[in-house]
């Protein structure tokens, strides 16, 4: 990959941007409803608007700030910043919109050019009060790409791409399916510690292993939950961000690299597991951080199915590649292992907000205070966004 950013203009802009507040909606309780029974798919309790105002109000009191204080709004795609501007009363002097790691980055950025200097990045999904479906015949089912080259074999749905991204991580490497089982049983143990995570029962690898496939060779719990939230999350520039409620967590190194070529044709994910993306970022993250893998006290990948994970570990510089399936087993990646991975529960097991749930678990992290899900000292924390073959990463770090 030819090198393409420039690391001295990156270098400056490092620890200029601070995490000042986070909220989230209660994932668990409203999973569960009324009487602990979850609700029915399709039956409507929220909008996506309705839970990202929660969210974001929850996240200006974690902060200490007032609605009248923000200048810029990054939403998630399933929400319009003018109509959340509208019924928020916000008035945004910049905006934005994608996934939580491009929402921080150009955050960033635009609080560096100052445009703004306080944003609130917020996301909601209603997505089973509205009986979403990722999969089948509608365009939602995985994305906006032409299913062109496989949907006319029953490649319809982001599970069975995925299920083709690990048998072919199986057959290169001999990556077991209890490998794999340990991402799920570790995460669920995390969710196990969180009390706002939808899954609370324990799981155990012979759990795993009796579940049914879905798209063999995953099973029931490689797939992440379909469940309502919402997120917030408040940057504001560092030289603001001292007096808060909270000490500042930095954001301290970003990087962002796109492999487009072929995307529709699948050649990113079997080609090299995103690998070549994942070098991209490494390349630009860890420089501008100051820290390399090694550093990382606490990890969160994008795990709308486990295997993420062992292509974000390999692809990163924590293990060799091939070596992603001995890496997460006896408890490597669980609280109190060597590297703590997604330890709200993630996607798989507290509730699926499309990445954006990682980044207040993070935040918290390096606040400290979790409890029993504390990862002892964690000082730097790392996420990781690779999904078909568009690669972001945020590292954090803890501030004074």
């Known amino acids: 990959m030819v090198e393409s950013f420039d690391r001295k203009r990156l270098a400056p802009l490092k620890d200029t941007v601070a995490v000042v507040g986070v909220g989230e909606t209660d994932y668990g309780a409203d999973y569960r409803g009324s009487g602990g029974k979850a609700v029915a798919k399709g039956e409507a309790r929220y909008d996506s608007y309705t839970l990202a105002s929660r969210a974001l109000k929850r996240a200006l009191d974690d ?4 609605k009248d ?14 109509r959340a501007s509208e019924l928020w009363g916000l008035n945004p002097r910049w905006s934005g919109s994608g996934d939580a790691a491009q929402c921080i980055i150009e ?22 009060s509205m009986d979403t479906a990722y999969g089948g015949a509608r365009v939602t089912g995985g994305g906006i790409t032409s299913y062109f080259y496989y949907a006319p074999w029953g490649m319809t749905s982001q599970g069975a791409l995925y299920a083709l991204f690990f048998q072919r991580h199986k057959l290169l490497y001999g990556t077991t399916d209890e490998q794999l089982g340990s991402i799920a049983v570790a995460f ?5 510690m969180n009390p706002n995570a939808v899954m ?7 759990d795993y292993m009796k579940a049914p496939y879905v798209a063999e060779p995953l099973r029931l719990f490689d797939y992440c939950l379909i469940n309502d939230g919402g997120v917030a999350i408040i940057l504001r520039r560092a030289d603001m961000a001292k007096a808060l409620k909270h000490p500042p967590v930095m ?17 990113p994910r079997l080609k090299d597991f995103y690998h070549t993306a994942h070098r991209g970022v490494a390349a630009q993250v860890y420089p501008m951080a100051g820290v390399t893998p090694r550093d990382v006290d606490v990890f969160a990948t994008y795990d709308s199915f486990s295997v993420h994970l062992l292509a974000s570990l390999e692809g990163f510089g924590f293990c060799k ?3 992603g399936g001995a890496f997460v087993q006896n408890g490597r990646i669980e609280i109190g292992g060597e590297l703590p991975c997604n330890t709200s529960g993630g996607m798989l097991s507290e509730s699926y907000m499309q990445s954006w749930n990682h980044q207040p678990e993070l935040v918290r992290q ?11 000292g964690a000082a730097v924390a790392q996420y990781v966004h690779d999904v078909a073959g568009k690669c972001k990463s945020i590292i954090y770090t803890r501030g004074g």
């Open 366 to 376: 390096l606040r400290g205070g979790l409890g029993a899900r504390q990862v002892q």
């Open 200 to 206: 609370q029962k324990p799981l155990s690898l012979d």
């Open 107 to 128: 955050a960033a950025m635009a609080i560096n050019c100052g445009l703004c200097t306080t944003v609130a990045l917020v996301y909601g999904n209603a997505q089973r």
């Open 188 to 192: 669920r143990k995390h969710a196990c």
């Open 251 to 267: 954001v301290s190194g970003f990087g962002w690299s796109e492999e487009n070529v072929d995307a529709t044709q699948l050649r």
């Open 63 to 66: 902060a200490g700030l007032n």
């Open 69 to 82: 204080e923000i200048d810029g709004l990054c939403t998630g795609p399933t929400l319009s910043g003018e």
């Open 321 to 323: 590649e091939g070596e």
